[in-house]
């Protein structure tokens, strides 16, 4: 499989990042969703369940009051206290005076023509209650299914339709008694309660979205079941608001994440990282006297090690110039240079090694730090310092650091000279040791260009200056031979070698000796 291009895989790493933040998003947006439906139906429970509890209270505190007080009659002294029990009540819809099994009285119709006969209850309750369920009455013209509950001389009457009415979700439910093996369906839902938690307390499942709870001092418990879908259609819009809000936060996130890499992939910030790293090495190329053809010398060149990706010096000098570490890079070079040099005993005492210097670092006086780095106290080598022609360079200031690394045994050498700024004052000013003549103007010798046809008006300028001249960029013998005829002394370029490790300059320079 063919290997996808940087900037196909940066693309690719935010797409993922985006897609990753979206389902995340959906995920986290669905769960808080499902803790809200599973908060509506806890709420559901207990309001259903705190109904049943305050009902069965009201049963039990109506009877027991109404026994208390009982004349054994269906008096007028009875109907007064029936009435004003029914009137406190909350749930109670009718009260019934009994006497020997048979229903002689009620608050809704007075003294009953006709006797109803009480029968068997469905269960007897653990407070003592006798319970009917599912009776159907009739009160005047409204009919219901009621729960009946019988104690001492009276029942109370409940209309099981005040459940319906309770606010919420579209649930289904039932209320149990659950004292016997079998539960009996005290209302709701026949057969919905499932008896799976009994006791343990309040329990909900999520997957089938049923709840149970018990009143185990009065066994009772109650089923719920909610209603999945009538939530969802519920969400729906809601749910749709945060696919859409995902889908955008996930689009933004990609976008931040590209224009992450991408910085993070740029070369200042490459460059700043190398630096950091300390991810610079050297290669040299090697320096040669053009008359003998033998290796003197030796330019160390910088190269970027942070990546597969190469950084080309031209990418990263500019870089390192404009992050103003210029100074910092140098030193780093240099140590890292003449360490590993110094470490090849092949290579002569004062072979020439070139180092490339900042015009700025010069004018700043940084270079009064060389002299005290260890590596270049204790060379054995002869260091040239290379600068390119620049306007930073014509200040006094400039001129005192330059005459100063003179006197201190240091080589200068103008480099790229013939390049962008030039003047003639400056090689002057300069007293510079070498002019390395720029690559340019050995590229077209053999085909006699303008500029190669300067060449000889340069190796005399330097011979009158004192100067040694260096060619740059020979890559054949033709312009080897020219420029040697010229006067040129020194030359680097392709046809003597292109910049090498310090091991391959090394085999060169002995295998250059034996020959
Ligand atoms: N086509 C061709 N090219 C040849 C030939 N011979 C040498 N070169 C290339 O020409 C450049 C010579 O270095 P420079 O003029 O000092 O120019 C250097 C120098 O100005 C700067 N540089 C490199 N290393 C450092 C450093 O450590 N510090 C500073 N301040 N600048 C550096 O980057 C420039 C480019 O460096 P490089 O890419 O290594 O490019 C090198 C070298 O590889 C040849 O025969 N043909």
Same mark, same amino acid.
């Given at each position: ?27 986290? @947006? ?28 009201? &049963?039990?505190?109506?009877? +027991? ?8 009659? %269906? ?12 009137? =406190?009540?909350? $749930? ?12 002689? %009285? ?8 006709? $006797? ?41 009457? &409940? ?25 009996? @369906? ?18 909900? +499942?999520?997957?089938?979205?049923? /709840?149970?709870? %018990? ?5 009772? %418990?109650?089923?719920?079941? /909610?209603? &999945? ?19 955008? *936060? ?18 200042? @910030? ?30 160390? =060149?910088?190269?970027? $090690? ?9 990418? &990263? ?28 005993? #092949? =290579? ?15 004018? #700043? ?13 204790? @060379? ?7 600068? *390119? ?62 500029? +190669? +046809? ?27 031979? #020219? ?33």
């Amino acid at each position: 499989m063919a290997a996808l291009s940087p900037v196909k895989l940066s693309r690719l790493a935010s797409a993922s990042v985006g897609l990753v933040v979206f389902l995340l998003g959906i995920t986290l @947006s669905t769960v808080l969703l499902l803790l809200d439906y599973r908060k509506a139906h806890e709420e559901q429970a207990r309001i259903f369940f705190t109904e049943v509890e305050s009902v069965v209270e009201e &049963f039990r505190l109506v009877l +027991s009051t109404l026994n208390a007080q009982t004349t054994g009659r %269906c008096d007028e002294q009875t109907m007064i206290a029936m009435r004003r029990e029914l009137f =406190l009540a909350e $749930h109670i819809k009718d009260i019934g005076f009994v006497d020997n099994g048979q229903v002689i %009285c009620t608050t809704g119709v007075g003294k009953l023509d006709r $006797h109803v006969e009480v029968g068997t209850p469905d269960y007897i309750g653990m407070d003592g209650l006798s319970v009917f369920v599912d009776v159907p009455l009739t009160l005047f013209e409204y009919q219901y299914s009621a729960l009946i509950a019988f104690s001492g001389d009276f029942d109370a009457v &409940f209309d099981l339709a005040v459940f319906d009415l309770l606010p919420g979700m579209v649930n289904d439910w039932e209320v149990v008694y659950t004292r016997d093996e079998a539960p009996v @369906s005290v209302a709701g839902e026949k057969g919905l309660y499932r008896g799976q938690f009994a006791e343990s307390g309040y329990r909900f +499942s999520l997957t089938s979205q049923y /709840s149970e709870t %018990c009143l185990p001092e009065y066994q009772y %418990c109650l089923g719920i079941q /909610s209603d &999945f879908q009538s939530w969802l259609d519920h969400y729906r819009t809601l749910y749709l608001v945060f696919v859409i809000l995902w889908f955008f *936060i996930g689009v933004l996130v990609a976008f931040a994440v590209q224009k992450l890499i991408a910085r993070t992939q740029s070369i200042e @910030s490459k460059v700043r990282r190398a630096l950091r790293q300390r991810a610079f090495h050297n290669l040299y190329q090697p320096i040669l006297d053009l008359k003998s053809g033998a290796m003197v010398g030796c330019e160390a =060149l910088a190269r970027c $090690h942070l990546s597969n990706e190469p950084l080309y010096p031209d990418q &990263f000098i500019p870089e390192v110039a404009r992050s103003g570490q210029t100074w910092r890079f140098t030193k780093l070079m240099i140590q890292q240079g003449l360490t590993e040099l110094s470490a090849e005993t #092949a =290579l002569p005492d004062g072979f020439r090694v070139n180092f490339n210097l900042f015009p700025a670092d010069i004018a #700043a006086a940084y270079t009064r730090d060389f002299a005290k780095m260890s590596t270049v106290a204790n @060379s054995r080598f002869t260091l040239v310092l290379e600068v *390119i022609e620049d306007q930073q360079l014509e200040g006094k200031q400039a001129q005192t650091e330059l005459e100063w690394l003179k006197a201190q045994g240091y080589g200068v050498a103008l480099d790229d000279f013939g390049t962008g700024y030039s003047n003639l004052n400056q090689i002057r000013d300069f007293q510079a040791d070498y002019l390395k003549i720029d690559r340019s103007f050995i590229m077209d010798l053999e085909d006699g260009s303008i500029k +190669s +046809s300067l060449i000889p008006y340069i190796v005399d300028i330097a011979r009158q200056l004192n100067l040694f001249v260096v060619a740059e960029g020979i890559e054949n013998a033709r312009q080897w031979e #020219a420029l040697r005829d010229m006067g040129v002394q020194y030359g680097q370029g392709y046809y003597f070698g292109k910049p090498m490790s310090a091991e391959a300059l090394v085999r060169l320079y002995s295998q250059q000796a034996r020959n």
